[in-house]
């Protein structure tokens, strides 16, 4: 029985750590939705300014980007310049320096200065919603070696426990061997 023990015990702590990983992988996803922001600072053709859903930014947009913001969606600065902290990306701590011309990514950090920019790519095509989705889908995925693992495991681990039942029913009904006995 200890080995079918044994093997019971190892597929339920493996799916136990799965779930766990997965759990925090859920985690991750959400810290990342939370760096986009909700809103964003629209610069209307007559030079007024207001504050949208990021929902409503199209290609095209004028954005305002203010000290202290995030960046909203993905686009190049056209007028401005500010540093601006990537490390979301890149893992770099020092803010770059991004001046008209210069692309800048959305859920990046501008650092003090404030431009304008014009939205490239919103939604779904931004580097910030591809990201989430690359990790969603990884979450949602399994490695080749743990699908073979879980279909060998699927039969491995009933036989075991109908061996080791057949075994304890077998011997307690013939009883133990002469042998056995004799040895107690």
């Not at 986009?36 to 209307?44: F, G, L």
């Not at 601006?84 to 990306?89: G, H, N, P």
């Not at 701590?93 to 692309?103: C, E, M, Q, R, S």
Request: aromatic share 4%; with cysteine.
């Amino acid at each position: 029985f200890e080995p079918a023990a044994f093997i019971i015990v190892l597929v339920l702590l493996g799916q136990v750590l799965e779930l766990r990983a997965r759990s925090h992988t859920g985690k991750a996803v959400q810290a990342l939705l939370g760096l986009a922001p909700k809103t964003a600072r629209i610069v209307r053709e007559n030079g007024g300014e207001e504050d949208i859903a990021l929902s409503a930014v199209h290609k095209g947009d004028l954005l305002r980007v203010r000290p202290g913001e995030r960046i909203a969606v993905d686009g190049k600065i056209t007028e401005g310049s500010s540093p601006v902290d990537e490390s979301m990306l890149t893992g770099e701590p020092v803010p770059i320096l991004k001046t008209a011309g210069d692309p800048v990514i959305g859920g990046c950090l501008n650092i003090s200065g404030s431009f304008i920019m014009r939205a490239e790519q919103v939604g779904e095509s931004t580097v910030l919603a591809q990201i989430v989705n690359l990790v969603s889908a990884a979450q949602r995925s399994r490695a080749p070696i743990q699908r073979l693992a879980d279909s060998v495991s699927a039969y491995f681990v009933p036989a075991v426990v109908l061996v080791a039942a057949a075994t304890a029913v077998v011997w307690g009904l013939a009883g133990p061997s002469p042998r056995m006995a004799h040895a107690l």
